[in-house]
């Protein structure tokens, strides 16, 4: 006697046991991901080199930026004018000035030592206290009219995380719920920091100029 076929052959219905495909040798449909938990306290970051309209951005410990958002958190502040002519004073209005990543954050060693020092601040990236990234500010003056000096403050909100496989220090030691992090159970810490940064809009004499100079944006005086 034939024994029935084991799967359908030629398009015929199938008799017999049916046959299991061969297990996966690929990655899985849904991989293995590590669970997110919120830290009571992260990191701080740190504007350790300012440089021209250029800031480098440090932290702590070495974090993964998830995102980062800058508002005008604060209406600008008129500085003195009086370098003005009174007929472009009477003119002059505030700019539009905020924050953004630095795409092309000029600089060497003063800005951290070298490339790392000049890459954008943008979600992925990481850094810690030896590398950097860099923001700068958004200037766009109201032409023709004369921008006004003033200063002009910006929040920027990050969203922080890092890698924990124990709970020695920094915002793994702090991971809320009593979560105790191992190497064979990591866990990805997140949390929120806030900084203020501030830049100002000088007034360059410019006698060849419509307005005999105009306004720039630059590092705040004393900063």
Known sequence: MTPAP????SGQPSYGAEVSPP?????????????????????????????GTCLVIWAA????IE??????????????????????????????????AAP???????????????????PGRIIDSRAGCAVEPDFTAGDPQPALPARYTTTITWSLS???TDAASG???????????????????????????ASCVLWIDYPEGVNRGEGVVAQCPGS
């Open 6 to 9: 084991l799967g359908p052959t």
């Open 23 to 51: 297990p996966s040798v690929g990655p899985s449909a849904q991989p293995w991901t590590t669970p997110r938990v919120p830290s009571l306290s992260g990191s701080r970051l740190d504007n350790r080199t300012p440089n």
């Open 61 to 64: 410990d070495s974090v993964r």
């Open 67 to 100: 995102n980062v958002h800058f508002r005008t958190s604060y209406p600008p502040v008129a500085r003195d004018a009086s370098e003005l002519d009174a007929e472009v004073r009477q003119r002059a209005k505030f700019a539009t000035v905020n924050y953004r």
């Open 104 to 122: 092309q954050c000029t600089g060497g060693a003063e800005l951290g030592g070298g490339p790392q020092g000049r890459q954008p601040c943008a």
């Open 162 to 164: 890092k890698g924990c």
């Open 171 to 197: 915002p793994c030691a702090r991971l809320q719920g009593g979560v105790q992090p191992s190497s064979g159970r990591p866990v990805r810490a997140f949390w929120q920091v806030t900084t203020t940064v």
